[in-house]
């Protein structure tokens, strides 16, 4: 067998785990000093807990024992917690049992939703408090399972008195996000949007025509839509939020995701910075709870986050910038590393008590972790890191030896003409081997990226330097149908989804070995999810990779079209066409369908909980691939869902994957501890 390296990785499959478990998600000001955030406990296999982080320390408000701070509306969750009302404690949902507590220091839980001793089916996120002269009460999106073939979404208000009532506000549209009430001019906000659109495709802003009060009424009167169609296109809107009696959200009827004001009388919209840049993240629309901008109330400014597109010129791979908006003479100022060191910046909050700007930021070699800017705006200061839940699972030694074999990824464009008449081009990102290798060109693994609506990261990418410690290159693909490179990019793979994500991989990995950074005949790819399924058809009707690995990927479209869950359930229409009206072009792009063209080694992960990508799908996969008689193997994690939590799985699933093409490729394995490969053709449950 043949060596890659000289050097032993100092990145093991445990450490990705690790890494993985204990992720920060979301973010909110704290009512003194601080920030509330969620973050992954390695310790209690994944699970969510609230940390408060101040300045000087950081102090647990919920105990990842006895709840896992984790919302399922729309099987994605987000938006799982608020702080709650005159910022006593915070208000979280706990997953799997979508129980709504008051948690506040001193003092016992409190169930807000359902009633106690009660079973409820209806889950709740995307929470905002409210507080008025008489009430105080808890805004929602409410997602009602009680019948699984019509699961109905609404916007409710929830009493905070422990009794668990509720009201509908907002009913009747398939989904709903982003409730917001204005405490001056007594009117709702919020999002919607009907099948088949998926939210980046078409939501609707709108607003109440009239003063309410959300605990008094049960229905919303008249609402008024801000955002429409617009010239026979449809356009996305995200995260509004009042100030000051004024609507501000994103929204792309541009071609990016821009800030915007709605000018009440005139029902007239405002666009506040116009840039060729999107002031969203990959996740919004798939999440709920985004925060994309900040007020400044004492300084009458707005405070946005976006990262220049990586084609722009910008020398940063992930270089975000902060943008601040004078509300009263419209002056914009930007900042850049000079203050901000972190690459990547992300979920805003700002600390009105401390006049303090946080934010989640990270790098290529540090992963995300809390910052404060304690003076936003003033040039001569530099935001500084408070809090970095990885900080403590590696010691000094090992973060030396981390940061010194860390590979530099390259963003390239090529070439990648289509048979779907696609745009001719396509991008990602290059990491080359960080480890000396006594080969002239190494092996190319080609990562497809989940969504497909999405985009890839290079913010800390432990996953990625993995591979490239043990001489891989990896090429990072943002196929057609991302995002972050404007709309018509993403747009281009409506109607085209299994021919130009597949082209832009195979194309992409063909241009990575007319450049010499490849070994054409050491060609790998693996995705997850949506990369999954992208991986799976490049193998089946493209001829460019010798292995393949899918994690928790859909191998039959027809089965996902009938089967999904609610918010994706007509997802593919968009992608492919109606189902099942076009059920004929799902056959045609069904790898399942077409087993018998493979020819290569695939495995297959899976989680036996995934209500997205039922196992089915990669159970299906492997017995067609048994039937030929190829190399393959399927591991089924217990307890998982769609994606994989717990540490102990998330680096099993790594290592499996490795020595797997390793051995497809006669290459010499590192080792990987105790990890004990699986042998070809069993199927395991772990």
């Not at 934010?359 to 935001?383: C, M, N, Q, R």
């Not at 973060?399 to 991008?427: D, Q, R, V």
């Not at 990896?474 to 993403?490: E, F, I, M, N």
């Not at 039959?556 to 072009?585: C, Q, W």
Request: with cysteine; glycine share 8%.
């Amino acid at each position: 067998m043949i060596s890659l390296t000289d050097d032993t990785s100092p990145i093991s499959a445990e450490m990705v785990g690790k890494s993985k478990a204990s992720s920060l998600a979301e973010m909110m000001a704290a009512p003194t000093f601080g920030v509330y955030v969620s973050c992954n406990d390695p310790e209690s296999q994944g699970k969510t807990a609230i940390q408060h982080v101040t300045a000087s320390g950081v102090l647990s408000l919920s105990d990842p024992k006895l709840y896992n701070v984790r919302s399922a509306v729309h099987e994605y969750g987000g938006g799982a917690f608020c702080v709650g009302p005159h910022g006593d404690g915070v208000i979280v949902t706990d997953y799997p049992s979508h129980v709504v507590y008051w948690l506040s220091k001193g003092k016992d839980a409190m169930q807000i939703f359902p009633a106690t001793n009660t079973k409820s089916a209806c889950r709740l996120a995307d929470f905002k408090v409210v507080e008025s002269a008489t009430d105080m009460f808890l805004l929602a999106v409410m997602e009602d399972h009680s019948d699984p073939t019509n699961v109905q979404n609404s916007i409710v208000s929830v009493s905070l008195d422990g009794m668990a009532k509720y009201r509908t506000l907002a009913c009747g549209k398939d989904f709903y996000s982003s409730p917001c009430w204005d405490s001056s001019s007594k009117r709702l906000a919020f999002v919607a949007w009907d099948h088949p659109n998926m939210p980046w495709d078409h939501s609707v802003l709108f607003v109440s025509k009239e003063s309410i009060e959300p605990f008094a009424i049960d229905q919303v009167p008249d609402a008024q839509r801000v955002t429409s169609t617009c010239h026979n296109d449809s356009f996305g809107v995200y995260s509004p939020a009042w100030f000051q009696g004024e609507l501000f959200f994103l929204y792309n009827q541009s071609g990016w995701y821009n800030i915007y004001k709605w000018e009440a009388n005139t029902n007239g919209l405002k666009c506040l910075y116009p840039i060729d840049a999107d002031f969203s993240e990959a996740k919004c629309g798939w999440i709920l709870g985004c925060h994309n901008f900040v007020f400044i109330g004492n300084k009458q400014m707005l405070v946005a986050n976006y990262a220049p597109p990586p084609d722009s010129g910008n020398d940063d791979p992930s270089g975000s910038r902060l943008v601040f908006i004078d509300l009263m003479s419209g002056s914009i100022r930007e900042y850049g590393r000079s203050c901000l060191p972190p690459y990547s910046i992300s979920s805003l909050a700002y600390s009105e008590y401390e006049e303090s700007l946080y934010f989640f930021g990270g790098s290529i070699s540090a992963p995300l972790a809390v910052w404060v800017w304690k003076t936003p705006g003033v040039e001569d200061s530099v935001a500084v890191p408070v809090f970095d839940p990885a900080s403590d699972l590696f010691d000094a030694d090992v973060w030396t030896k981390l940061k010194s074999a860390m590979s530099i990824p390259k963003h390239i464009e090529f070439p990648s003409p289509s048979s779907c008449n696609g745009l001719g081009y396509a991008y990602g990102y290059y990491y080359p081997p960080s480890l000396s290798s006594p080969q002239a060109k190494p092996p190319l693994l080609v990562k497809a990226h989940g969504g497909p609506t999405a985009r890839t990261s290079t913010t800390f990418r432990l996953d990625i330097q993995y591979w490239t410690t043990r001489g891989f290159a990896v090429l990072d693909v943002d196929y057609g149908g991302s995002t972050g490179y404007g709309r018509a990019y993403q747009k281009s793979l409506q109607g085209n989804w299994g021919i130009l994500d597949i082209d832009d991989a195979c194309n992409g990995a063909k241009y990575c070995v007319s450049k010499g950074l490849a070994r054409e005949d050491w060609l790998c790819i693996d995705g997850s999810s949506a990369g999954g399924y992208s991986t799976l058809a490049a193998l089946v009707f493209r001829d460019t990779f010798r292995a393949g690995a899918s994690l928790y990927g859909i191998g039959d479209l027809n089965a996902l079209a009938e089967e999904t869950h609610k918010f994706e359930s007509r997802y593919l229409d968009g992608l492919i066409g109606p189902y099942p009206e076009m059920k004929n072009v799902y056959d045609e792009r069904c790898p399942i369908n077409f087993v018998n063209n493979l020819t290569c080694p695939v495995i297959l992960l899976q989680g036996d909980e995934d209500k997205i990508v039922p196992p089915n799908q990669a159970e299906q996969m492997f017995e067609a691939l048994c039937a030929k008689k190829l190399p393959t193997t399927l591991v089924i994690y217990k307890g998982e869902q769609h994606g994989f939590r717990k540490p102990e799985n998330v680096s099993h699933a790594l290592s499996s994957e490795y020595c797997f093409f390793c051995r497809v490729f006669g290459i010499q394995p590192q080792s990987e501890g105790a990890f004990q490969e699986i042998p070809i053709g069993l199927r395991i449950a772990l």
